[in-house]
């Protein structure tokens, strides 16, 4: 009975439904592709015979990727993308966006979900300060039964949260399916003339549409409805507002949640009055950081709980209460201490434990995170007065009911205990310490290993590194260095685009980077932990201290170089190159290069004569523009003469 009276009113919604107004890129399929095009140099997609959509079959050809081109698009304010789009078997289907005069494409949104109806995918585009393609990479897996297939592309003015329930795929908006209580399209001339369901709020009369959930059909309390928004999938902070009525309130609950993709749930608003027969408006300011769904959320008590109806979500990048706390920078807690500690400071108590240094590039001790060369934090057992110590060093106040990810590099050397060798605390305002968020666990030794902690906390609070040294012979060497933080939880990948392609820090594999080797001894080789001969690779990769980097055994090569190749046309030219021993830090390097046409960038590398020779890279990443970091302005080549010079 439920499901007969949910398409039913779907049906309804197509044949009465006010299209909303459709922007340059959008396109349907119908006779033609309305100015996309294939990537000549990949597999061409190709549109049905009877229309209606266009679709990447891996049956056709021998290419394994379908890249679909938008015309050139001049659209500078917030919009939305929907896809309705189908993967048959096995395969995935990509969005990126292709700025104009720029060589990378970002990727907005992936999906390889399967299945055997059309589904719906909504990606915001922020505001653009020129103009911009769009493309859609589809690749099926290889075997008969493989397809991806898109239907319709439409791009609306506005964000993909707003909906105002006239079209007939409810802007992306789902509903979690419930045996019993489930919310519905209401409105229309369809509908039961004793229904005591409200006229649409949107056109105010009985042709719109609203979204409503009533309880005749709950059995078990607490029976509970779930409208689901589309993910966001960029950062949002501001003012939502939708319109609501709610009958008979004493027998149901409504509120409003925000849900990351970790699922966790936040309530944002709940209602102040318990039962309203007209429209009422709310509006409730919402800040998302990292990708969100706005969760709709009735529970009924009993089959005689009323409904509650839905109608005309939108969304203003302007907070809607004064009160509201404006949105803050939290790289203020970034840093790298290059230049000064930044905003940390530490307590005076018995002199300063923690010291900002730098070390000399030699094979038996490693220098900074950041560059190889630069400087860090040394607390030092052998520089205070005292047979031990305790050294607290405190970042800047960050303001409360905000979700922090606090990541930092830390090289333990030396150390006999490690109980005591670094924790994590949180203070408040007045220094009270509230709680140890983390502690060294593990005897990670003189590698530079990533940690990555979430916290929240409803005050103001500061973040407290604490190292306690009992005894000045148990102690060692503890370091310090790139302390960042990001608003949202860690495991959330935060940023409105994905990094383009050729950004590599190979934990999960080679990026599709390839490689051809002139002799079959000397292979790039992905690699986790120390290189197996003693004082030549690094002790563990840069990106994490524990995960994977690429490097090349010294074992059976010739006398060389590792160098940095530009490929285009069938010709190569040199971008950057380095000889001789560079230490067993990882070293930083940036390149500038210009190029506006298809091309390639090789890392090549010849081991040197000796079998102390191996060459490792890691955390490649490319950026528009010049490179404004000094990173690679090293006038130091070859062995330092003090192999564990530490400069103060």
């Known amino acids: 009975m439920t499901l007969l009276h949910l398409s039913v009113l779907l049906a309804v919604a197509v044949v009465v439904s ?31 015979e009877e229309g209606r959509f266009i679709t ?32 048959t078997g096995s395969g995935f289907l990509e969005l990126h966006l292709r700025p104009e005069g720029e060589n990378f494409d970002y990727m907005l949104w992936t999906t390889k979900k399967p299945s055997d109806s059309w589904l ?3 990606v915001d585009l922020r505001n653009m300060t020129g103009a911009y393609q769009l493309l859609f990479e589809g690749k099926p897996s290889r075997g008969i039964g493989n397809s991806v297939a898109i239907f319709e592309i439409h791009i609306i003015p506005g964000y993909c949260v707003e909906c105002n329930f006239e079209e007939h795929h409810l802007c992306g908006y789902s509903n979690q399916w419930n045996p019993n209580v489930n919310w519905y399209v209401g409105g229309s001339l369809a509908r039961d003339p004793q229904s005591n369901l409200p006229d649409d709020h949107t056109m105010n009369n009985e042709r719109g549409h609203y979204m409503y959930v009533d309880s005749v059909y709950a059995k078990r309390f607490q029976e509970v409805a779930k409208l689901v928004s589309p993910m966001t999938t960029t950062p949002m902070m501001g003012c939502l507002s939708f319109y609501y009525q709610r009958a008979q309130a004493i027998g149901n609950f409504f509120s409003v949640f925000t849900k990351d993709q970790l699922g966790h749930y936040e309530e944002i608003w709940r209602p102040d009055v318990y039962a309203t027969t007209r429209w009422k408006l709310v509006q409730v300011d919402i800040k998302a950081p990292h990708p969100l ?33 404006p949105a803050f920078d939290p790289s203020i807690a970034n840093c790298d201490f290059e230049e000064s500690l930044c905003r940390y400071y530490q307590e005076q108590i018995g002199g300063s434990v923690w010291n900002r240094v730098s070390v000399k590039p030699n094979v038996y001790r490693i220098g900074d995170h950041t560059t190889g060369t630069g400087s860090f934090l040394l607390a030092n057992t052998r520089f205070t007065s005292h047979p031990g110590y305790v050294g607290r060093l405190f970042g800047p106040t960050l303001p409360g009911n905000y979700k922090y990810c606090l990541r930092f590099y830390y090289a333990l050397h030396g150390f006999v205990k490690i109980d005591n060798a670094l924790a994590l605390y949180i203070y408040d305002e007045n220094k009270v310490a509230q709680e140890k968020i983390w502690t060294v666990s593990e005897r990670s030794r003189d590698v530079w290993t990533e940690v990555e902690v979430t916290y929240m906390k409803p005050m103001p609070t500061k973040v407290a590194f604490v190292s306690i040294c009992r005894n000045f012979w148990d102690c060692g060497l503890l370091s310090l260095d790139d302390i960042s933080v990001t608003l949202g939880d860690c495991r959330v990948a935060p940023g409105p685009l994905k990094p383009p392609p050729g950004h590599c820090n190979f934990e999960t594999g080679d990026c599709s980077y390839t490689q051809k080797t002139k002799s079959k001894n000397g292979r790039w080789l992905r690699f986790r932990g120390q290189t197996p001969t003693s004082y030549t690779g690094p002790k563990g990769d840069h990106t994490l201290g524990v995960g994977y980097f690429m490097y090349i055994e010294a ?37 500038d290069y210009e190029c506006y046409t298809r091309h390639w960038i090789i890392f090549e590398a010849v081991r040197g004569s000796s079998i102390r020779s191996d060459i490792a890279v890691d955390d490649i990443m490319f950026k528009k523009g010049p490179c404004k970091d000094p990173g690679d302005s090293i006038p130091y080549s070859g062995f330092s003469e003090n192999f564990n010079e530490i400069e103060y």
Request: charged share 20%; proline share 2%; aromatic share 10%.
């Open 293 to 325: 769904e706005v969760v709709f959320e009735v529970a009924f008590n009993s089959a005689r709980g009323g409904y509650v109806a839905l109608d005309d979500i939108s969304f203003s990048s302007e907070f809607c209460h004064t009160e509201t706390e």
């Open 120 to 122: 719906i995918a909504s």
């Open 56 to 87: 990447a079959d891996s049956s056709v050809g021998d290419k394994e990727k379908y890249v679909l081109i938008s015309p050139e698009l001049d659209l500078y304010e917030w919009s939305c993308v929907r896809i309705v789009y189908q993967i």
């Open 555 to 591: 074992s059976h090569m010739l006398a060389g170089t590792l160098s940095v190749l530009l490929h285009k046309g069938g010709s190569e030219r040199s971008l950057w190159m380095r000889q001789g021993e560079q230490s067993m830090s990882w070293m930083k390097a940036t390149v």
């Open 18 to 48: 006010t299209e909303a107004q459709l922007l340059p890129g959008s396109c349907s399929f119908e006779s033609d592709s309305c100015g996309y095009r294939s990537d000549p140099s990949h597999a061409d997609w190709t549109i049905n």
